[in-house]
Nanobody, 125 residues
Framework: QVQLVESGGGLVQAGDSLRLSCALS????????MGWFRQAPGKEREFVAV????????AYADSVKGRFTLSRDNAKNTVYLQMNTLKPEDTGVYYC??????????????????WGQGTQVTVAS
């Protein structure tokens, strides 16, 4: 059974940091590109960050570049999204997504086959 389980969300103040985790089970984690997306109230889900399965390269949305860092630990089947200098506009439900050996359209949510349930991040001003 494939499972993506996010954790680490919460309520923080602007300028604080959070680290989200996403654990993948039921698949060969090392062969999956892992992405993060978020959805704010009343808005569509948007791309946040992605880490490539083959070489660990990363890409970020412009809105989080320089503040968020995505990493993966293949031994633990987990990706980590370190979020620093959080802003109120970072508020939303954060979703982890996975797709097998994906190397294109990495910021396109419909390209991902597997999704977690999401974790809430709320940044108070």
């Amino acid at each position: 059974q494939v499972q993506l389980v996010e954790s680490g969300g919460g309520l923080v103040q602007a300028g604080d940091s959070l680290r989200l985790s996403c654990a993948l089970s039921g698949l060969d984690f090392s062969r999956y590109t892992m992405g993060w997306f978020r959805q704010a109230p009343g808005k569509e889900r948007e791309f946040v960050a992605v880490i490539n399965w083959s070489n660990g390269s990363t890409a970020y949305a412009d809105s989080v570049k320089g503040r968020f860092t995505l990493s993966r630990d293949n031994a633990k089947n987990t990706v980590y999204l370190q979020m620093n200098t959080l802003k109120p506009e970072d508020t939303g439900v954060y979703y982890c997504a996975a797709d097998y050996r994906r190397s294109t359209n990495l910021n396109y949510q419909y390209a991902y086959a597997y999704w977690g349930q999401g974790t809430q991040v709320t940044v108070a001003s």
